[in-house]
């Protein structure tokens, strides 16, 4: 079982930088592969980004690639996803998910709004 708890959202100016957090608990958390997904209003959600148990690993959505930086910190049971450049389009509730095993992502936060005014 793992918790998950983001933090970080709000309301920036096109260009700004955000960085999100996600607090994690559980005992499956750092063998866990970790994700970062976004849903817009009135669209489904979306990946954004995962990394693998070590933070060896990085994969992103192409509309974040450059832009969005995911890491990890076992040590702390934290999650976190440097947001550059934020466009308009990047607004949408933002959330962690944790997938133990073959990218079946079981465990989801509640998500962070994030709002990009132009």
């Known amino acids: 079982q793992v918790q998950l708890v983001e933090s970080g959202g709000g309301l920036v100016q096109a260009g700004d930088s955000l960085r999100l957090s996600c607090a994690a608990s559980?005992?499956?958390?750092?063998?866990?592969?970790m994700g970062w997904f976004r849903q817009a209003p009135g669209k489904e959600r979306e990946f954004v980004a995962r990394?693998?148990?070590?933070?060896?690993?990085?994969y992103y959505a192409d509309s974040v690639k450059g832009r969005f930086t995911i890491s990890r910190d076992n040590a702390k049971n934290m999650v976190y996803l440097q947001m550059n450049s934020l466009k308009p389009e990047d607004t949408a509730v933002y959330y962690c998910?944790?997938?133990?095993?073959?990218?079946?992502?079981?465990?989801w936060g509640q998500g962070t709004q994030v709002t990009v005014s132009s």
């Open positions: 998910a944790a997938a133990p095993k073959n990218y079946d992502y079981k465990y």
């Open positions: 990394i693998n148990w070590s933070g060896g690993t990085t």
């Open positions: 559980g005992r499956t958390f750092s063998s866990s592969t």
